[in-house]
């Protein structure tokens, strides 16, 4: 099947109205009994109840069946990206999600600290698992020892753990990300020497060797982390522009790094939020100074996915609540299309992200009766949208905003 | 995803029972007020309903989700014709829907009249939007002047006020359509010279360019009315025949030269009418009078859509139950698979083609019970069939009409 993007560019047309696409980050849930409700059904959600009545609901497979989306082809497939198309690079994907702003021709490293013993023999490809205090007083050491390799800045970055992240910011020539694997993922054997597949990262396979010898000897004196191990190069993904395929001004309101990462990559303005962590009056008061910039906003809730990673139910309940307060406040602006959905599922009862389908509601001048009657997972099945790849969301929320041409005569 | 033509091809076979494809032309709709009844769901529909309740229901999207298909488009799908994959040009659409039969090796071009000033600079490119009049006019002025060209003969058709359509016959070698447009699409400029890009598209070149030469010639004293400008050749598409993929003797029932013409691209016979307009009375005829000779009819009404595009819902509405009305006249001939669909929707509300899924009808002997009781797009949710892409539509008929042999062993 061809892309849907390069169906769906050239019918697009720039208007006045405006599409609201909210995303409750991994909503969908799962019961904790047979047939009993999830988390969206168990919640008290009037506001929201009263908009699905006037809405259309269906569910979306944001990957594919049975497949359980990562945040990054989460969200690519709700921007319209074919996330088994398009595909951001581990290396790439990390950086972005602590915050990194990665530039044409860098490239971002996946790292684990490990233990080495003689004769640099591998003992434990994870070092121990260290804190993250000491993840950080490593990253600090490292920083200390190796701020450039041969005139190319080096970057350096906590994740959690043994993790880290490292980019080589290109000067000039951009640098190649094809770079075989330092980590031989097996211990007993001395790290692989990186070696480039092209010649365009032979620079890049020199740096990833420096880097590792630099390493081993800036952290000689440390007991048990006193490796690295690189997998997982990436340059910089070069999607089409999200504001070109679709001839709007989008802009991204989100206070986690990963989402402001995400939607950056796409080309939309990251617009700042007032607030900590999920900072829902922050992101409320944004979407309304914003109001007249922008004709798409992507805005996001993370607390419904966090909660579900922690496995508390009632937690997540609560945060749907708090959603369905503010609810007015977004409903008061009067969006033309208003969309509301999840990148995936996070059941409390997995604790983790999940394959099940996301409920989609979309509200327009343009919709037809429908019998779903909240908007929960039991009730979107019902719904006059039915069972759609989430590749599916833009062009529907382009269609009922009266953004796209007809195709052929 | 491959083509499901591809896989249906080899498993078609020849039997006796008949099909009978009824495209309510623009059929699906939209409440005028959110929740409300659309047009199919006011209509009365006595005959419909007893069939839905005997039927198999679904929704069908006739190209792909959010996108409002051209009749061309829209029909291709119900005939199995990917209409991402299979694309018929603007030239040829515009011949076809005049009722001009395209020859292999023929090449059609769209014409707009353009009002030309000092120096040939473009001063409206439309000619000031002429009457319908004035354009048969100034067709026959060129007719008269431009026969044929060089050998090679030439046709010339009125569309509708600006609009033009040019028809080059081949003799012997092909004409290639791989040519630059004349329109510049601004004005203050003189057309372009049209340069062929590649060698079997040369000879297209020079005749396009000679046409231009000798229809500002002929047009010279004419204050508005003075030059021409082409963009969008088109050769003629080569589907695969319908005959052939689906072992059937195909029928088509149509009064109007847009869907005669695009029956006759795939390959199906097309019968005649009798009668004017949308003709009920005639294509009932036409089908009685060739029920034996055939096995696959298209049979085709049009008010339905003409209604929408007028944004007239009461007048839709009575197109429904004009239709209705003659249900029984088509179930009389007992059709073994019987098909009711539309090729797009068509709501009154926004008086255009739309994006909407249309209510897909199957009535055969191997159905299960379905809970859908009407004919409309809300009972349509509800039903057996799901939703389903328009190309789905072909396979479930043939299927019904047991002509599909089993795939795999």
Same sequence: chains 1, 2.
Avoid at 120 to 144: H, Q
Avoid at 202 to 218: D, G, I, K
Avoid at 360 to 385: C, F, M, N, P, V
């Amino acid at each position: 099947m061809s892309d849907l993007i390069d169906t769906v560019r050239p019918l697009a047309k720039k208007t006045d109205s405006k599409i609201l696409m909210v995303v409750l980050d991994g909503v969908g849930g799962l019961p904790l009994t047979v047939n009993g409700d999830t988390e969206l059904a168990t919640a008290q959600t009037p506001h929201l109840d009263a908009l699905a009545v006037q809405s259309q609901l269906g569910l979306a497979e944001l990957v594919a069946a049975g497949i359980t989306p990562g945040s990054g082809p989460g969200h690519l497939s709700l921007f319209g990206y074919d996330p088994l198309k398009y595909v951001v690079g581990r290396g790439a994907l990390s950086a972005v999600g602590i915050g990194v702003k990665l530039n044409a021709g860098d490239v971002a490293v996946r790292g684990n600290f490990a233990s080495l013993g003689q004769s640099r023999l591998i003992v434990d490809r994870r070092a121990g698992r260290p804190s993250n205090e000491k993840n950080a007083e490593i990253v600090a050491k490292l920083r200390a020892a190796i701020p450039e390799i041969g005139g190319t800045p080096v970057e350096i970055y906590s994740e959690s753990e043994h993790r880290f992240v490292v980019v080589f910011r290109a000067t000039g020539t951009p640098l190649g990300a094809n770079v075989s694997d330092v980590d031989p993922q097996v211990t007993g054997v001395p790290p692989h020497v990186a070696v480039a597949h092209d010649p365009a990262s032979e620079r890049t396979a020199e740096l990833v060797n420096a880097f590792v010898a630099r390493a081993e000897a800036a952290l000689a004196d440390e007991p048990q982390v006193n490796g690295v191990l690189f997998r997982g190069y990436s340059d910089v993904p070069h999607f089409p522009n999200f504001d070109d395929i679709y001839q709007l001004r989008a802009a991204c309101i989100a206070s986690y790094p990963m989402y402001k990462g995400l939607a950056s990559l796409v080309g939309m303005d990251v617009l700042p939020v007032e607030g900590e962590e999920d900072a829902l009056a922050g992101k409320v008061a944004a979407l309304r100074e914003n109001w007249d910039n922008y004709d798409f906003f992507y805005w996001h809730v993370k607390k419904t996915d966090s909660t579900g990673e922690d496995g508390d139910f009632a937690a997540k309940v609560k945060k749907i609540e708090l959603f369905d307060a503010l609810l007015p406040d977004l409903l008061a602006l009067q969006p033309d299309v208003l969309c509301i959905v999840g990148d995936h599922s996070t059941p409390s009862k997995l604790a983790s992200h999940s394959w099940h389908p996301v409920p989609l509601l979309i509200q327009s001048r343009y919709g037809r009766k429908d019998a779903a009657a909240r908007y929960t997972e039991e009730e979107a099945q019902k719904g006059s949208l039915g069972l759609r790849r989430g590749t599916d969301i833009m062009p529907l929320l382009m269609a009922n905003a009266l953004k796209l041409q007809k195709y052929g005569a």
